[in-house]
């Protein structure tokens, strides 16, 4: 069994840079996270793929800003250029929960210990930089820098804030997963092209002043979206704006952003397609050592690493387009699906670890049962502008199959080491309701299921209906809460069929754009109709680069420029969320005396009725986790009549 030296990890100190023998570097990244050198994180890759180029790499980890600063000093200066990342989680997100307190662990920590990630870490760490040393180019990338690429509502400061550009001080900055964009950047120059000149690499934006020419791209065609000052001034032009980006963002023809920023233009050239096969293979296979790195033993294990070392990442993109949700946003629309030789390796280089009891976390990606799906006719793809490919109802041309994940499931589980493999991503239930998804063959949609249900769960599948009204599903891109009854009725089929015990564990969002404490009162009636006691509950948070946040601080849907309410205060949210705990004896007058008030005594009947059943009264309730809070966001047959009878009133 070979045994890692720590020259296998790319090196985060002088010493270990000398163990290189190296005199110089060409490139110097620094990440808010503790390097783990594992694909699921992001400076490893990048820095993997840099040295795939012959390039002298090094990484400062979570650097500190509370000294002299010399973590930004140590290791000299750079040939080429700075690398930056705030992390795998936009910063404000890791520090702060739903309701603005401070976080008591950072996952991406030694010990979940927090404190080591300044608020808005790309911009502290670049601005830094640039003041030590103006001369060498700063890249940033990552999910901050690029949710944050234009005008953006900035949750935790209540305010506008413009592209991360301006207040980071960086030279480029690299959107969407950095692979590609990356490579053209080394190949450049590597040839001898001037940093200063590199303005026409797809999936990179920049700023350029007045006084400056924007290069010309005869393959490209421009759009202007309203200026930053504008957007300060007109909260309806500032969500105007969003319906541009979003489409332009999931575009395979893309064409290129420009956004006036004081005396500057913001330029966004248009992504690149998506990875092959191929690409995306060759991310994952540079020689990682799928470890954290050596300085961390004795700090203790790395939260975010012990969640997913044995777990595998098959596939990247959603073509959910969910209205809170910014995996699109930053990994794209269109699916990019590893082959099925490059995970099997994986797998391997996993049941060959020497910690490895047998057991495999996950087979996955942003959602489970996406991998290998496309368009069937790729010239209708390339036109599209809809942000999902689901919703409002399944594409038409689009390859629903289960039959390639069912396949490679199989052929993971044949692994003489594997004893099981769980599906620990969120599954799209909707796309195994052959109601919902009528395209898809039937048989094939429950075999999915059930080798799901039988091989792949620890007692408790979950899933994400988000809501039960139809106008906030509707908002959400969600499809009605109906299929979500109808999948339980094929859950209960092959539970009793198979004999097993499994539960149904459904995820729920309150005080999201459109809902009102009406809606959340139905959610609460109708799930404890179904018999669940909610467990996997949290409130809305609003992050850069989805449509309902552009909501909730416009109070304007962008694609429709129509005023769309959204629960603001803290009053508003905390007595939508009280509803998911109408079963906690502290909430029962509340609930009762509020739907007295709206009139829906049909409601206070099911929810807090003046004699509980026996069936209520002896359940004792299971431990709940409440995430309004702590949440960090990413997200019937029987009942018909009720369901019908509570509808929201007109």
């Not at 803290?570 to 709206?598: D, G, P």
């Amino acid at each position: 069994m070979q045994t890692n030296k720590l020259s296998d990890w790319l090196p985060t100190t002088n010493k270990e840079v000398k163990i290189r023998g190296w005199s110089e570097l060409d490139v110097i990244l620094f990440s808010g996270d503790a390097y783990v050198d594992h694909p699921s994180f992001g400076p490893a890759v990048i820095g993997r793929i840099l040295e795939s180029y012959g390039l002298k790499v090094a990484i400062v980890p979570q650097p500190s800003v509370t000294d002299d600063l010399q973590d930004f000093t140590k290791l000299g200066t750079p040939k080429l250029f700075f690398g930056v990342t705030g992390g795998c989680m936009d910063p404000m997100v890791s520090n702060y929960t739903a309701s603005k307190k401070r976080r008591d662990k950072d996952a991406y920590t030694p010990n979940g210990d927090k404190g080591f990630r300044p608020d808005y870490a790309t911009s502290v760490y670049s601005s830094i930089l640039k003041d030590k040393f103006p001369d060498v180019p700063v890249l940033i990338g990552g999910i901050e820098a690029s949710l944050r690429r234009v005008t953006h509502y900035d949750y935790w400061s209540d305010k506008l804030m413009p592209t991360i550009l301006e207040t980071s001080k960086a030279d480029m900055l690299v959107y969407g997963m950095g692979e590609q964009p990356l490579r053209e950047v080394v190949k450049l120059l590597q040839k001898g092209v001037p940093f200063s000149s590199l303005r026409t690499i797809q999936q990179t934006a920049f700023l350029v002043h007045k006084d400056e020419t924007i290069p010309k791209n005869k393959n490209w065609d421009d759009v202007e979206i309203q200026s930053h000052e504008v957007c300060l001034k007109d909260k309806k032009k500032f969500a105007s704006n969003f319906k541009i980006i979003e489409q332009e963002s999931n575009k395979l023809k893309a064409r290129r952003i420009f956004q006036k920023v004081k005396d500057r233009t913001l330029v966004i050239n248009p992504p690149y397609p998506t990875m092959t096969e191929k690409e995306i293979d060759a991310s994952f296979d540079l020689p990682y050592t799928r470890l954290p790195h050596p300085k961390y033993n004795k700090r203790g294990p790395i939260p975010a690493f012990e969640m997913i070392k044995t777990s595998i990442n098959i596939h990247r993109g959603c073509f959910g387009g969910c209205s809170f949700c910014t995996i699109s946003a930053h990994q794209g629309k269109f699916i990019a699906s590893r082959s099925e030789e490059s995970i099997l390796r994986e797998v391997d280089k996993v049941a060959n670890m020497p910690d490895f009891k047998g057991y495999l976390s996950d087979i996955g990606g942003p959602s489970a049962n996406m991998y290998k799906m496309k368009g069937k006719v790729q010239s209708i793809c390339d036109k599209c502008v809809a942000p999902s490919c689901i919703s409002p109802v399944i594409c038409s041309n689009l390859d629903t199959s289960h039959k390639p994940l069912t396949k490679l499931y199989q052929a993971v589980d044949s692994h003489p080491k594997i004893k099981k493999s769980f599906i620990g991503s969120g599954i799209r239930h909707d796309m195994l309701v052959p109601e919902f998804n009528k395209n898809a063959d039937a048989q094939e949609l429950d075999d999915y299921t059930e080798e799901v249900m039988t091989k792949h769960t620890s007692g408790r599948l979950k899933v994400a209906p988000e809501h039960t009204s139809d106008p906030v599903l509707k908002l959400m891109r969600k499809p009605s809460f109906e299929y979500f009854h109808k999948f339980k009725e094929r859950f209960d089929k092959i539970n009793i069929k198979k004999k097993l015990k499994l539960q149904l564990i459904p995820y729920f969002i309150s005080n999201h754009p459109a809902c009102e404490v009406e809606d959340m009162a139905n959610l609460a009636a109708e799930t404890k109709d179904m018999g669940f006691q909610l467990e996997q509950v949290q409130g809305f948070t609003p992050t850069p680069m989805t449509v309902a946040t552009v909501i909730y601080y416009s109070g304007y849907h962008p694609y429709t420029l129509k005023p769309t309410k959204t629960p603001k205060t803290r009053k508003e949210k905390e007595e939508q969320h009280r509803f998911f705990f109408w079963y906690k004896k502290e909430n029962k007058a509340w609930i009762r005396n509020t739907l007295n008030k709206l009139r829906r005594k049909d409601l206070v009947e099911v929810l807090v009725p003046e004699e509980e059943t026996n069936s209520w009264k002896s359940i004792k309730p299971k431990a709940v986790k409440n995430t309004f809070d702590d949440a960090i966001p990413s997200s019937h047959s029987s009942q018909k009549r009720k369901h019908k009878s509570r509808k929201k009133r007109r």
